[in-house]
C-alpha cells in the first residue's frame, strides 16, 4: 500500500463520517452545522482532485477516475446547488432521483478507492457506508430533505 492509496481510504470514510454528522445535524435541525459539515465535504475536493491527477502518473486503471471523477462531480453539483444557486431542489422528484443516484454511484464508488490501501480499508469504508446510508435514508423520511 502506498500513501495515495492510504490517502483515499482515509477520504472514502472523511466522507462517510461528514455526511453522517451532516444527517444527523439535520435531523436535529443544527442549520449551521450541517451548513459547515457540508463546506467540510466540498473542501474534500482538493484532496480528491490530487488524487485524480497523480492517477495519470501512475497509470491507475479508467475505473480508478470513474470512481474518484464520480465523487469530484457530486461535490461541485452539491456546491452549486446548496452554497452557490441555493435551489431547494430536494422536493422535485425528478432532480432527486438525479441527484439521489449521482449520490449513491458517488459514494459507492469511494469503496472501490479506498479498496487499494487493502482489505482492512475496504471492510472499514464499507462499514461507514453503510452506516452512512441507514442515517440518508432515515434523516429523509424524518425531513423529506
Known amino acids: 500500500m502506498n500513501k495515495l492509496d492510504l490517502l483515499g481510504a482515509v477520504l472514502a470514510n472523511l466522507i462517510n463520517v461528514l455526511l453522517v454528522f451532516l444527517f444527523i445535524a439535520r435531523l436535529k435541525e443544527k442549520i449551521k452545522i450541517e451548513y459547515w459539515a457540508g463546506i467540510a465535504l466540498i473542501l474534500l475536493l482538493f484532496p480528491l482532485a490530487y488524487l485524480f491527477y497523480t492517477g495519470i502518473y501512475l497509470s491507475r486503471p479508467a475505473l480508478y477516475f470513474v470512481q474518484i471523477g464520480l465523487m469530484i462531480l457530486y461535490l461541485i453539483v452539491e456546491w452549486l446547488l446548496d452554497y452557490v444557486l441555493k435551489i431547494k ?4 422528484k425528478w432532480m432527486v ?3 439521489v443516484t449521482l449520490f449513491f454511484a458517488a459514494t459507492g464508488g469511494m469503496i472501490g478507492v479506498a479498496s487499494l490501501a487493502g482489505k482492512f480499508w475496504m471492510y472499514t469504508t ?12 432515515y434523516q429523509r423520511h424524518k425531513t423529506g430533505e
Open 97 to 99: 432521483i438525479l441527484y
Open 89 to 92: 431542489f430536494r422536493q422535485t
Open 126 to 137: 464499507i462499514g461507514t457506508f453503510f452506516i452512512m446510508v441507514f442515517f440518508a435514508f
